[in-house]
């Protein structure tokens, strides 16, 4: 465990270090925090690459797919010479080459209720850019069960939503949707499509929250609203997202989900 910066990291981290809010005691605590990012796709892929800039510590990546042609319209850590290469290995080979100072561990199995509390145990945060509405749910429960902060992000189409959870101290994903929306009713990139760049900019509003958490902000996180990007007439709204105190997940008495 270091307790200054290097020459080399100073200079490197110079232009956010000079930014009043953080300073080089955030750019320290930055360095030693542990972000996890659940799927290495359309979100996870500019969520990772900014926090790998950023000089977190280490940074886990959980995906069990294999890089396809039709994922690089929008999952920027891969590239032309990765298809077929599990999506993993292919991310940590980018954020290596970005920054050679963080460690990436891999996981390349689904995230699922067999070993969520196994993988998620002992991260900061967690970057949610999973794709699908059972993996949501169970990272918000794990989650909130062990008490790691985290983003949840959905994006479809021109559309996207973002919010941040501080279990215990915030509204969680559960106290807002309560459970998974019946399948008729679901829209998803693979079969709805999705513009690269709204990817982009959702994914990058997720590396922003856990880089001001991690960096120690106290106020101004995207907690307790979620944030709606409508990109065909690119506007921003937010939804105030009130705790319930009968959540399943975070209310009084919540029963455990895993
Ligand atoms: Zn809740």
């Keep these: 465990m270091f307790d200054r910066l290097t020459t080399e990291q100073i200079e490197r981290y110079s232009r956010q270090i000079m930014v009043p809010d953080l300073g080089g005691k955030a750019q320290m605590r930055l360095c030693r925090s542990r972000v996890l990012v659940i799927g290495a796709g359309g979100l996870g892929s500019p969520a990772a690459l900014y926090l790998a800039a950023a000089g977190i510590g280490t940074l886990g990546i959980v995906d069990a797919d294999k890089v396809e ?23 940590k080979a980018t954020l290596t080459k970005l920054n050679p100072d963080v460690e990436v561990k891999t996981h390349p199995v689904r995230f699922d209720a067999s070993n969520a509390e196994q993988i998620a145990a002992g991260f900061d945060f967690i970057v949610d850019g999973s794709d699908n509405f059972d993996t949501k749910f169970l990272v918000n429960d794990v989650a909130v069960k062990l008490g790691i902060p985290f983003s949840h992000a959905g994006i479809v189409r021109l559309q996207g939503q973002v919010m941040t959870v501080v279990p215990g101290r ?3 994903y559960r ?46 996180l995207l907690t307790d609203r979620l ?10 709204r937010e939804v105030e997202v009130r705790r319930d105190p009968q959540c399943a997940a975070c209310g009084a008495g919540a029963p455990s989900f895993i």
């Design 175 to 220: 106290c807002l949707f309560k459970t998974p929306p019946p399948p008729e009713e679901i829209l998803n990139c693979q079969a709805s499509g999705i513009l690269g760049a709204v990817a982009g900019t959702i994914g990058t509003i997720q590396a922003t929250e856990a880089v001001k958490y991690l960096a120690g902000f106290d106020d101004g």
């Design 69 to 91: 042609l039709s994922n690089l319209q929008r999952q920027i850590l891969h590239a032309t010479a990765d298809i077929g290469r599990p999506k993993v290995e292919s991310a």
């Design 170 to 172: 915030s509204a969680c």
């Design 227 to 236: 944030l709606v990007y409508d990109a065909k007439n690119l506007r921003f």
